[in-house]
T-cell receptor, first 114, second 116 residues
């Protein structure tokens, strides 16, 4: 078990382009979360999945943001028509479900929109 | 809505000295509480967590934290810091209804600097 894996680690894109990030959770974890972290701030929750079901997506920042987890394993986060304000670190985390649980984070994907 | 306040943006401590990082939360009931550490270019690593029971919790790397309901606080402490403790520290709160990990709310973090 190598922990939560995110790809790519860094992405530079031009404003207006679409980007997609991938997250591979810890294998036995059925919950998967996406967060955004901007400079000088703590992570900000975006969305989460339990298996393939997206149980919370109201916190996605705009309709340009979408996430999928089609087979309940890896997940993708897509940002369409990127804007400079989308520049941030995008973190993925995973956890087991249960009464009490804790989330394990990946190293993140740093997005720079130029 | 839940919120977390970390009043100290930066803290400088001499190596070997004791450390206390402050965290105050706002939540309607007793939440789940976490401390994470983030080194440059790295993801977040869980230091410790409070779910219930003993209000003094022990974590990794010699850290501990005390939950004080009356003060809505969950301060992180270490009796003697090492240069390798220099990092960003985040306090987070999670709702009990979601098992503690549904959409954690994080503070803005405290940047810890260790002086030789």
């Amino acid at each position: 078990d190598t922990g939560v894996s995110q790809d790519p680690r860094h992405k530079i894109t031009k404003r207006g382009q679409n980007v997609t990030f991938r997250c591979d959770p810890i294998s036995e974890h059925n919950r998967l979360y996406w967060y955004r972290q901007t400079l000088g701030q703590g992570p900000e929750f975006l969305t989460y999945f339990q298996n393939e079901a997206q149980l919370e997506k109201s916190r996605l920042l705009s309709d340009r943001f979408s996430a999928e987890r089609p087979k309940g394993s890896f997940s993708t986060l897509e940002i369409q028509r990127t804007e400079q304000g989308d520049s941030a670190m995008y973190l993925c985390a995973s956890s087991r479900s249960g009464t009490v649980t804790e989330a394990f984070f990946g190293q993140g994907t740093r997005l720079t929109v130029v | 809505a839940q919120s977390v306040t970390q009043p100290d943006i930066h803290i400088t401590v001499s190596e070997g000295a004791s450390l206390e990082l402050r965290c105050n939360y706002s939540y309607g009931a007793t939440p789940y509480l976490f401390w994470y550490v983030q080194s440059p270019g790295q993801g977040l690593q869980l230091l410790l967590k409070y779910f219930s029971g003993d209000t003094l919790v022990q974590g990794i790397k010699g850290f501990e934290a005390e939950f004080k309901r009356s003060q809505s606080s969950f301060n992180l402490r270490k009796p003697s810091v090492h240069w390798s403790d220099a990092a960003e520290y985040f306090c987070a709160v999670g709702a009990r209804s979601g098992g503690g990990a549904d959409g954690l709310t994080f503070g803005k973090g405290t940047h810890l600097i260790i002086q030789p």
